[in-house]
């Protein structure tokens, strides 16, 4: 598809009302549209794409606010669609974005606290360094009995110790 923005459009009205014109001045060409040609052409781009004229072997279409070059022969309905589509994925494109970032923004404001060091050695003496389920002594971790995401704290009633295997088991579970 080479349908592509025109870039270096200077458009100039010129009169008003019946004797009202546009030129439109590209870096290769100059069109000037009057009278009905013109009332025409801006009934077209307001529904869809309108055809300004060509140069070069491509054609100049006005579609809303822009102008595109088209070199494979669109008609005006497939002009109007491309440029259609191209805003569609760029907004979908620009809420997914969106949706990123918040999610990034999200997760940098929710960052767990990290468990206090007096809680630590508290809870290590009171479990007595084993796994409170199987009295393991090797790949401790300090677990939340209610897990933070369902709103457990740092507290040394709401901390314990588990080993690896257990601490998978119970997952976010309360336990």
């Not at 069109?31 to 100049?60: C, D, H, I, K, T």
Request: charged fraction near 35%.
């Amino acid at each position: 598809m080479t349908l592509r923005r025109a870039e270096d459009i200077e458009v100039e009205q010129r009169g008003a009302w019946f004797f009202r014109s546009v030129v439109i001045t590209t870096p290769n060409a100059t069109f000037s549209l009057r009278g009905r040609r013109l009332r025409e052409l801006e009934e077209q781009r307001v529904g869809g794409a309108a055809l300004v004229g060509e140069s070069r072997g491509r054609r100049l279409w006005w579609v809303g606010d822009g102008f595109y070059w088209d070199a494979d022969g669109l008609d005006a309905e497939h002009v109007a669609l491309e440029v259609w589509d191209r805003a569609r994925r760029r907004e979908h494109r620009y809420d997914r974005l969106r949706t990123i970032r918040a999610r990034e923004d999200e997760a940098t404001t929710t960052r767990r606290e990290r468990i206090p060091e007096e809680v630590r050695i508290l809870v290590w003496a009171r479990d007595e360094g084993r796994c409170v389920r199987c009295g393991a002594e090797d790949e401790l971790q300090f677990d939340h009995v209610i897990p933070v995401a369902k709103g457990g704290g740092n507290a040394q009633e709401n901390i314990q110790i588990l080993c690896g295997s257990c601490n998978r088991s119970k997952s976010d579970h309360i336990a």
